[in-house]
């Protein structure tokens, strides 16, 4: 197994070193995050009707099911939500609960220079998020499977979460048990805030799928640095599958990043919105409502 992994990787070398440089393609994803967690946590809540729990799984369903497109060269790509006409009447809500669970913006990857960039709106104010990609240590493995027309090689990596990104929000352990009480206990512990129960784990465990068969060190979002495009990720919460790839697109996308917004790093946009969330959250726990503004704006 060891000398078909080797040998992949040499004809990786070759290939991509060969691909013109006006070579272009396309690759549609579907991305679903399991909301479990977060319909358990509504279940706690003894302010929320069950009419008010139908319009938010609603809700949900919206922000929690997204399909994006990722243009590609050899060097480059460009990741982005596929824009939909929004029914529920609360666009800049939306917009921003969107960006808070892996949506919105343009998200560009260089792995050449091993950078990207991506401009995220967060409370009415317009950021642009620079850094260097994230190496993730891979363990390809022997296993296969087919997606679509292409056979795929299966690969995992351990990777720290950003805290920013709220899709990896978990039910506490303690929380869980809580599944095996009785009725009688459950009633008790239920609370007026359904955060109480959930925490942001450090790190998670990534399956990817990836091709030989398109050799770019391309995928969604912020994952590359295998022997080919990336067409699946799982991370035990949120799944990224694609369904479509177009090679040697005619119509050619202009691949390249944002410019506007304030300029922060990962680490320093990920404080931002924590620190912000847990601001609204204290305050609708003195319910003073959650009207206030960022920045001193």
């Known amino acids: 197994m060891k000398t078909i992994i080797v040998t992949l990787l040499t004809l990786f070398a070759a290939v991509i070193s060969a691909i013109a440089q006006d070579f272009q393609g396309m690759a549609i994803y579907e991305s679903k995050t399991s909301t479990a967690d977060f319909k358990s946590g509504f279940a706690g809540n003894r302010e929320i009707t069950p009419e008010m729990q139908k319009t938010i799984e609603e809700r949900m369903k919206q922000m929690f099911e997204k399909t994006f497109v ?5 060097n480059a790509s460009i990741y982005k939500e596929e824009e939909k006409l929004d029914a529920t009447g609360q666009g800049g809500g939306m917009r ?11 998200h560009y990857k260089n792995v050449k220079e091993k950078i990207y960039t991506v401009d995220r709106e967060f409370f009415g104010k317009e950021f642009l998020i620079k850094d260097s990609l994230p190496k993730l240590e891979w363990k390809l493995e022997g296993e296969t499977k ?5 056979t795929c090689f299966k690969a995992t990596a351990v990777r720290p979460v950003s805290q920013s990104d709220f899709r990896n929000y978990r ?4 929380d869980k048990k ?26 998670t465990v990534v399956t990817a799928w990836y091709t030989p068969d398109i050799p770019v060190n391309q995928g969604p979002e912020n994952y590359w640095g295998l022997p080919g495009l990336i067409l699946e990720v799982n991370d035990g919460k949120t799944i990224v599958l694609c369904s479509k790839i177009v090679m040697n697109t005619k119509e050619k996308k202009e691949i390249k990043p944002q410019t506007k917004g304030k300029v922060v790093t990962q680490a320093e946009y990920d404080k931002i919105a924590t620190e912000k969330m ?15 503004r960022m920045g001193g704006q």
């Open 70 to 74: 990722l243009n590609f060269d050899k």
């Open 96 to 106: 921003m609960m969107s960006n808070m669970m892996g949506g919105g913006g343009t």
């Open 146 to 150: 087919q997606i679509g027309n292409y």
């Open 171 to 174: 039910r506490k352990a303690d």
């Open 178 to 203: 809580g599944d095996e009480k009785s009725e009688e206990k459950i009633e008790a512990n239920k609370t007026t805030n359904f955060t109480d129960g959930w925490e942001m784990p450090k790190e």
């Open 278 to 292: 847990a601001e609204m959250r204290e305050m609708n726990q003195g319910g003073r409502g959650s009207n206030f």
